[in-house]
């Protein structure tokens, strides 16, 4: 069979709590259809030539922490970027790894419906950054369309259940207010979204 690859920017290993529960390992990939206007990669995702890894070559190097993440409920975590533009790639992956790891992705959910279907069957956790919830906020933060954001998001919790989905509301700053972010949650949460995490973009 013809390997899929992936476009990888960097393992970042280790990690506790911030990519999902237990040790995870980080794994950033190129390319995103959106253009926020404080995103820290922006430069990376644009100039950087990813080095292509299939996932037999990703496996190996994130092998060595099998034992953390079996003990710890942890595993890997596709980020980005984009990381559901590589959803073939990601279904291959957990073809790949053993079961016990969670294979989970960092989304924005800014991608054809498609690609999200596909991730459903191999993602055990979606840790997704919806940006705001009012569209004229969203659509000059990222430039994209906060509409086709929500109707994955809806498709995902149908899917998925609450349970598998986490969806992280920040404050951005000059963006967005206090009072923007709280009607951002209770929109969420009237979507059926449980697992809410509110935080703040630090602007560097
Ligand atoms: S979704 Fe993330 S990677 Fe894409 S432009 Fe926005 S901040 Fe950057």
Known sequence: MNEPTYPLLS??????GTDGEGVTS???GAGC???CRWCINARMLREAPAERVTAPELLERVRADDLYYRATGGGVTFGG???LL????ISRFRELCPPEWKVRAETSLA???ELLEEALTSVDGFIVDCKDMDPELYRRYTGGDAALMQRNLKRLLEAAGPERVTVRVPLIPEFNTPEDRERSAERLRAMGVTRLDLFEYVKR
Request: glycine residues 10%.
């Open 26 to 28: 980080l794994v950033a």
């Open 33 to 35: 259809p959106l253009r």
């Open 111 to 113: 991608v054809p419906p």
């Open 81 to 83: 970027g984009e990381s």
């Open 11 to 16: 393992v970042a290993r280790l990690r506790m």
């Open 86 to 89: 590589h959803a073939g790639f």
